[in-house]
T-cell receptor, first 113, second 115 residues
Framework: DGGITQSPKYLFRKEGQNVTLSCEQNLNHDAMYWYRQDPGQGLRLIYYSQIVNDFQKGDIAEGYSVSREKKESFPLTVTSAQKNPTAFYLC????????????FGPGTRLTVL | DAKTTQPTSMDCAEGRAANLPCNHS???????VYWYRQIHSQGPQYIIH???NNETNEMASLIITEDRKSSTLILPHATLRDTAVYYCIVRVVEAGGTSYGKLTFGQGTILTVHP
């Protein structure tokens, strides 16, 4: 089955700890994205990557970091510098960065205690 | 990307057509209209997109007005599983077809389909 997987679905961390969210796709897509969603709100772009070994900041990159060492993987690290990390995190991919549709993973709900 | 305006919520009876409006009065010539939906606690799902012609696929139809300032997403026979938040997004596509992937999601329309 082709698709995007995110794990885990629910994640709990103590304040001050870094945490890394996993995103894997087997769609052979070049572009990958990370979004954040707060309750009752739309999605906001954190980081995106158009190709392996390259990524750009989105609208709310502060307190987050990413890497893109492999085409199929785009992990997101939520650092202790992120002031309000509790949120629903969504990963997406698309064939390229043009007008092609984005496919989303099921999301990871992060709660920082 | 141009701003979009959607009603906060709408209701629809099961089996009837659901017509979801979107206003994008500041849309420019190189911006496409996209629709996504998000069922509670899941990732968004692409529905359809278009530039100026009406579009139809297995999920829905997209009607764009001639002046492109508004559009309507039509779910022809709504089911209970269509209950979701529907997002209308306009997205720049550059001359070479590149838009750098950014989708700007507003708050969308909460569509509730009832029996």
């Amino acid at each position: 089955d082709g698709g995007i997987t995110q794990s885990p679905k629910y994640l709990f961390r103590k304040e001050g700890q870094n945490v890394t969210l996993s995103c894997e796709q087997n769609l052979n897509h070049d572009a990958m994205y990370w979004y954040r969603q707060d309750p009752g709100q739309g999605l906001r772009l954190i980081y995106y990557s158009q190709i392996v070994n390259d990524f750009q900041k989105g609208d709310i990159a502060e307190g987050y970091s990413v890497s893109r060492e492999k085409k199929e993987s785009f992990p997101l690290t939520v650092t202790s510098a992120q002031k309000n990390p509790t949120a629903f995190y969504l990963c997406a991919s698309s064939m390229d960065d043009s007008y092609n549709e984005q496919f989303f993973g099921p999301g990871t709900r992060l709660t920082v205690l | 990307d141009a701003k979009t305006t959607q009603p906060t919520s709408m209701d629809c009876a099961e089996g009837r057509a659901a017509n979801l409006p979107c206003n994008h009065s500041t849309i420019s010539g190189n911006e496409y209209v996209y629709w996504y939906r998000q069922i509670h606690s899941q990732g968004p799902q692409y529905i359809i997109h278009g530039l100026k012609n009406n579009e139809t696929n297995e999920m829905a139809s997209l009607i764009i007005t001639e002046d492109r300032k508004s559009s309507t997403l039509i779910l022809p026979h709504a089911t209970l599983r269509d209950t979701a938040v529907y997002y209308c997004i306009v997205r720049v596509v550059e001359a070479g077809g590149t838009s750098y992937g950014k989708l700007t999601f507003g708050q969308g329309t909460i569509l509730t389909v009832h029996p």
